[in-house]
């Protein structure tokens, strides 16, 4: 379709990847796939040029998608629309995007203005489809993006309720970078006779050919002066900073804002809005360092990251390759940096052993070692705090905030406290016995506060009597 052409044209997209070659010319014919490629190597445009050729090509309903995209991140989700945004600019194809974390009104809106393509995670969407506001019966292609990570998140009973809600005579098309037996099992249930399509260029696991792999021994007190002085690294473009828990992410990141360094944290603890403004800025170079945890960086797409460094050691080799994977993508080369505590030595000693890496032994450095400043060309001069002069980005505050309608969890202050159990009205209390005759009595704070009289009045005091042999004890018997 020319009018996609000259779109990606215009964005300086004109050579197709390894997986776009293979996908591309299956998928325009309607045949399922199996597609094995690593985030970041183009493939949602192998799937979602031919969404949006089939949907220009055959218009249905305006309220009913003809193409569903289900992805496992609310930020993966964001990113898959602004790239068929970007490529159907010239057409009418109207793309809506639903995910959690942000209120239902304005996506339910969207669905009834008309839709053609839905792409979202899978919760929202079996909200949506329960609540009557999608309808996915003339969905005719459908595609499971990075199925692997949705199986880690627990998402495979959502995706079958999903799939069985979708007309069986449907093109599915599957992508994935590894393929264990789930992913097996679930393609020769739902996909008919697909074809399996593999870049075998981009799928080199440990990211050894295109991104240069650092690993130091620090200290723990140093580490923080470690990555200020990595950060003045000549030729650093845009930076994400891996930590294990959200406390250190929010420590890590505060404190290079205070060394002069534009940077912004992404967690788990932080509202959509506030992890929405946070990407926005990095994508757009108002901030060049993102520090994140390991679950809010999935998805996060963005090609032009040259450095990622690991602060902490992760948990294991699978998480090690998603880290270094954010950087050196779509062909470009990166560097990638670990930090190994002296407890953390263990834990990646299986990690290289995992990945056949050359750093069992990693080398003791501290942040005025010789080897370091060499090893990832920093100038001799860097200090751990950025000069005047170099704090050339907006930071966070240039980025405004989006009023997204954000859903809030409950607990206190939401509007979806837990209901409180209703109580017997022969409870107990512990000013009275309420009955249905007579309520308990009000506490003395609530009479004293009534100042106009219409306080519940106290009831009255029984006043027990002892008595001996029927007569009253301490009575005279005559």
Known sequence: MDDIADALEAEGIVAPFPIQ???????LTGTDIIGQARTGTGKTFAFGLPLLQRVHDRPGSARR?????????????????????????????????????????PQITALRNGVDIVVGTPGRLLDLEKQRHLDLSEVAALVLDEADKMLDLGFLPDIERILAK?????????????????????????????????????????????VTQHVFRTHPLDKLEMLARLLQA?????????????????????????????????????????????????????????????????????????HVVNYECPDDEKTYTHRIGRTGRAGRSGTAVTFIDWQEIARWKLINKALGLPFSNPEETYSTSAHFFEALDIPSDAKGVL??????????????VEDIGETGRAGRGSGDRERPKRRSRNRRTRRG??????????????????????????????????????????????
């Open 21 to 27: 070659t293979l996908a591309l010319p299956l998928a």
């Open 65 to 105: 998608p003809r193409a569903l995209v289900i992805v496992p991140t609310r930020e993966l989700a964001i990113q898959v629309a602004a790239d068929l945004a970007t490529a159907s600019k010239l057409t009418n194809a109207r793309i809506v995007t639903v995910y959690g974390g942000r209120a239902y009104e």
């Open 166 to 210: 979708t007309p069986e005579q449907r093109q599915t098309m599957l992508f994935s970078a590894t393929m264990p037996s789930e992913i097996v099992s679930l393609s020769r249930r739902y996909l008919r006779r697909p074809t399996h399509v593999r870049a075998d260029d981009d799928l080199d696991e440990s990211g050894s050919e295109r």
């Open 234 to 306: 000549r030729g650093r473009g845009l930076t994400m900073v891996f930590c294990q828990t959200k406390r250190v992410c929010d420590q890590v990141s505060t404190a290079l804002r205070g060394r002069g360094f534009a940077a912004a944290a992404v967690h788990g603890d932080l509202g959509q809005s506030q992890r929405e403004r946070a990407l926005r800025a990095f994508r757009n170079g108002k901030i060049d360092v993102l520090v994140a945890t390991d679950v809010a960086a999935r998805g996060i797409d963005v090609d032009d990251v040259t």
């Open 387 to 400: 000069a005047k002069e170099q704090q050339e980005r907006a930071g966070l505050e240039a980025e405004a």
């Open 433 to 478: 016995v309420a009955t249905a005759e007579r309520p308990a009595a009000a506490p003395a704070d609530d009479q004293a506060a009534a100042a106009d009289g219409d306080a519940p009045a106290r009831p009255r005091r029984r006043t027990r009597r002892r008595t001996r042999g029927g007569a009253e004890a301490g009575s005279d018997q005559g």
